[in-house]
């Protein structure tokens, strides 16, 4: 049957290009397999949810609680039918299931990308692929956010607000851009048939074609090959072949995550659409986005007001603080590769310490996120009372600012401190090798 | 080496190919690009979607009191959320909730607290005043200050406001006050006496929403 096959498809060139693929032995170079897999099962509880759910913001009366025949109940046919998911057996299990996994897909991709940087497996020739990995991050958080208005409870409806209002503080041409993004203005007839429509079509469409070339790109490159690979066999592939040592550890790995992340659906409750209610006009305090979208937030919550005219377009804070200033940061991160000179391709995951610069600037970076990570929870911080809302943000802006410096500071010390310590070892190793050598004279 | 150069006047492949291509993706990407005029829907104005006009009466928005008018001794000041309503020609009430900038935020603080810039013509003496509720910064309902009573406080983006001196900004991101909305009292009712007074959510500038209002009035008369 093999020949058979053979003949008519060609299995042994695909078996040589494709499943001998070799798969470097290190627990790092899983992450990315965790995002992988992570896609696989977001599609699958996509699609079971999908079955049941109705893309529809038209008011239906509640079937669990009617109301009386002169004042109905009425509900949108979207927050009905999630409800009627959460009732269903195994329902509610679904919905958190698809919630933890898209939590944990972009962490893993972060923790991936982290991966990636700190060993400057970016360089040439993988630029290519750290972009269309960035492309990946940008499209699995669009997707993310367009997931959340799905279920159109009122936080879902608060949501869909802020993002409209964020839409549509692009200068010239916001007002349109928004209305056409979000079917009119908001919350427009339309508003949920549209946002089901890019959220399970267009943007799943776009990550998977993305994750296709990411993947075939990484095959005709190859991974970069751990430290351990230049000691066993220098510029040679090392590592375990697709199929059929890579497959098994993968089966495993896949169930056992799956079966981790079914356990956080059963017993962790998240997104609880029956506490939120209905869309309506009371705000939900607290309304916070996502920890991955959390430092935009920051960046609105202490951001000054303020708004000038340009060539008949008006840029405010909104449009600065949402739209510029996470382009700036995403553009930096885009540009990682280029401020790498090298003209060798770069084969070995380089020690992070040999690149105290690089190791310094990354550290530093994400203590930025974190601390306007920080900012977002302004509010709380005032109503806690370790800030007054006079001094929150002027102490907010320092710490953005004033933790990131410190930070780089304080690693490339630490790295320094490391290499001495290795400098120091080598150098008693060395003298004792010299004692040793003189012994056997 | 020949300096000579092979004139040919007929087109070659390539540059007829190349032309073909480029018309193709230039017609192909005009017509996809005409067929987004598609994905934003007309405006139609419905008396739901009308913002506060002259005569409507306040009436509650909180689910368990929806569409009762509001009354004077409902007011304190603990923000009261409110949409605005009419009794159409078969004497039936229709409340004005579909555009999320016509909700309404009304208090009622002791005489003399409210001050300039609120326009106190606008209140109902100087004690009961009504603004709208849509944080101008990024449109969430902005509800009251737990820490400090008296002020607001927007949950998305920590924007804070007076409502005792005109809804003015007084922390946080918003570009400009809440709009305040003239009332008076017709018996037990809170009665609309005009449009907002400055621009709501979703109007940068005092001439768009002027444009606005007067279109409302014409497709009203």
Redesign the interface.
Known sequence: MNQWLDERLHISRLNDKFLRKAFPVHHSFFLGEITLFSLIVLILTGILLALSYEPSNTLVVNSFDPGTGDKPNLIPAAYHSALKINAMPFGDMLRRTHHWMANIMIAASVIHMMRIYFTGAFKKPREINWWIGMLLLIFAALTAVTGYILPYDNYAY?TA??V???T?SVPWVGD?LA???F????????IIPRIYGYHIMLLPGILLAATGAHMLLMIKQKHTQPQYAKRIAYKKIVGVPLLTQQTPIMLTLTLLFTGIVLLFGAFIPVHPVEYFGPP????????KPDWYLLWV?GA??I?????FELLGG?I???FV?AMVFPGIVVGLMFAVPMLDRAKENNYYAENPTNHPVRLGAGVAFMAFMLMLSLAGY??DL??AGVLT?ANANTILWILVFAVPALTYFAVLGIVRMIRALREADEREAAAHSQQALSADD | MTRYKRQDPELTRRKFINAAMGGAAAVGGISLISTLGAAKPAFRLTPQLAPPLAGDIIVHSDPSRYGEPVKVSDLSEQLVRAWPAFKDEGGKLVVRDQDPTSVLAVYRFPKGQIVEPTNLEATIDGEIVAYGDRCTHAGCNVEDNKQQPGLMNCPCHSGQYDPKQGCKVIGGPPPHPLPQLPIKLEGEQLVVTGFFMSVPYGYSKEEDWKRYTEQVQEALS
């Not at chain 1, 309506?280 to 309304?287: A, K, R």
């Not at chain 1, 951001?303 to 708004?307: Q, R, V």
């Open positions: 608060q607000g802020v409209y209002a964020i549509k349109w209305q056409a993004a079917a009119g203005q908001f919350p427009g007839a339309g309506s006009s009371t705000p939900i305090s607290n309304i937030f609105l919550a951001i000054p007001a303020f708004d008006t405010g804070a909104e603080g302004k509010p005032i109503a809302s």
